[in-house]
């Protein structure tokens, strides 16, 4: 990350935390002429479009209070979408509740993918009621995943 993003990150992350949304991800770049500031929001249940309309709004007010771009830019600030792989603790914890099909790159009980429903995070590892090889919810068991062997999950729909 470079040093503006840090900055930048340091000045806003503190205003989307006032509105009870925690900041995924953020990036800036040149794009042409005008640079571009990119934020990705999310909370528990997930954020509107009207949210993120509000936080843009409070965002692009404290950039030109503060002058911290002096130059032309895009401000986007948006959810991270429905097919973001979940890859951080927080990512996990924003999903408690929600179907999960995971991805490892060791194997847990002889498989190297895993589906279910995440119940929670207890320190370095996932909580997960884990389905049955068909996918059976009558049938699932709990499970200790260690986040350092998951490569990637994703939300089921």
Do not use: Q, W
């Amino acid at each position: 990350m470079g040093l503006m993003e840090d900055i930048l990150r340091e000045k806003i992350e503190p205003l989307i935390e006032e509105e009870g949304v925690e900041m995924v991800e953020l990036e800036f770049f040149e794009a042409g002429s005008a640079s571009v500031l990119r934020i990705y929001v999310d909370k528990v249940g997930g954020v509107t479009v009207r949210e993120c309309a509000d936080l843009s709004k409070r965002i692009g007010d404290l950039l030109e209070i503060e002058n911290l771009i002096p130059h032309r830019y895009v401000l986007e600030v948006s959810s991270p979408g429905l097919d973001r792989p979940l890859t951080t603790p927080a990512d996990f914890k924003r999903k408690i509740g929600e179907r999960v099909k995971i991805f490892l790159k060791e194997e847990v009980d002889g498989k190297k993918e895993l589906r279910g429903k995440i119940k929670g995070l207890e320190g370095e590892n996932l909580l997960l009621l884990v389905e049955s090889s068909g996918g059976c919810k009558d049938e699932e068991k709990a499970k200790n995943v260690p986040l350092r062997v998951v490569t990637k999950a994703k939300i089921m729909y």
